[in-house]
Structure formats: structure tokens, C-alpha cells
């Protein structure tokens, strides 16, 4: 693959990770708003995306990817808000 497409590819993905990041933030600031406790918020985004993951990739697939999350949380890769893995 031509390096100069594959890095077009790479920034579009990066810009809609971006993207995908603002609407999801904005959508978990409503439901604050709303009165729905973060953590609700969390698990239910958490099962969405997982569930999405699932019937996409299936279950074997997502139970690999998500056995690696705890070292993910524990390198800070999702403390910071601007990071998008």
C-alpha cells in the first residue's frame, strides 16, 4: 500500500475518532444534565460499545480485546480525554 494513502487513511480515522469523541461527550453531558448518574452513563456506554463490538467482531474477538484493557487503564491511555485508542 502506498505510504501517502495509508496516511490519509490514518488521519481519517483519527478525525473521525475526533468527531465520534465530541458527539459522545456531548450526549454524556446531556444525560447529566438530565439527572442520570455518571456511572449509569458509563455502563450504559460501555454496553453499547461493547455490545456493538460483539455483533461486529463477535464474542471471542471482544474478550481478547477487552483482556488487554486493564493494562490500557493502568498506562493512563484513557486518562486523558484528548487520547483516542
Do not use: C
Not at 461527550?25 to 456493538?52: M, R
Not at 460483539?54 to 481478547?64: C, I, S
Amino acid at each position: 500500500m502506498d505510504a501517502t494513502i495509508k496516511a490519509d487513511d490514518e488521519l481519517e480515522i483519527a478525525n473521525q475518532k475526533q468527531e465520534a469523541y465530541q458527539r459522545l461527550s456531548h450526549a454524556w453531558q446531556e444525560a447529566l444534565t438530565a439527572g442520570i448518574e455518571p456511572d449509569v452513563v458509563a455502563h450504559a456506554a460501555l454496553f453499547a460499545a461493547l455490545s456493538d463490538l460483539v455483533e461486529t467482531y463477535g464474542e471471542d474477538a471482544v474478550a481478547v480485546y477487552t483482556s488487554k484493557l486493564a493494562e490500557r487503564v493502568n498506562r493512563g491511555e484513557f486518562s486523558m480525554p484528548d487520547r483516542l485508542n
